[in-house]
């Protein structure tokens, strides 16, 4: 383990980072490269919802590319992150709570559960960038049958995303939380500047 590792590690120690971005970004690739590097988890609100053992309260939502309603999102999702098997572990989470308003319950329930958010990170892409890795991993399957893949509904993520996710990006940034990095890098060069922002935090 490296040093820059190492302090950050000593500085996170059980809590989380939340991890923003569009449609395309690499929030799951970069939050497990990060839950790898520090030995903690990788929690991510969509595929907890496609989970759930009743899908089809939330598969159409899903589906057309929508936003699961704050207080069904806040139920069902913010408990995992209570969770004895989390414990003595950071939290590494990919949009969790991307509706505005749900950043203070997110962040207190992180904190009441013992993982409280010292960072939030967004992965920033063009839309051309996003319509570009849209259009290069169609026939790759490596993100499975996702509906929410298709076209249309892609439009309509990206919608979402700029209506209901920006102002929650905006919310942390007020709060001295958001570090914000280039998502057009490449997976190798995003890691280094995310790890490179963290230790700043971490030697204050």
Partial sequence: MTDQIKMIAKWLGTGSIDIFGCPFSGKDTQGQILADLFNGTLIAGGDILRSHKD????EHILDSGGIVPSDFY????LPYLAQSKYDRKPLFLSAVGRAHGEEPIVMKTASDAGHPIKAVVSLSLTEAEVWRRFDN?????DRGNR??????????RLKKFKDRTLPVIDYYRTKG???????????EAVTEEILKELAKRSSK
């Fill in 147 to 156: 509906a929410d893949d298709r076209h249309e509904v892609l439009k309509n």
């Fill in 74 to 77: 806040i139920d069902l999702v």
């Fill in 177 to 187: 939380l958001l570090i914000e990095v280039d998502g057009a890098l490449s997976r």
């Fill in 137 to 141: 991993d169609k026939g790759k399957d």
């Fill in 55 to 58: 899908p089809a309260k939330i």
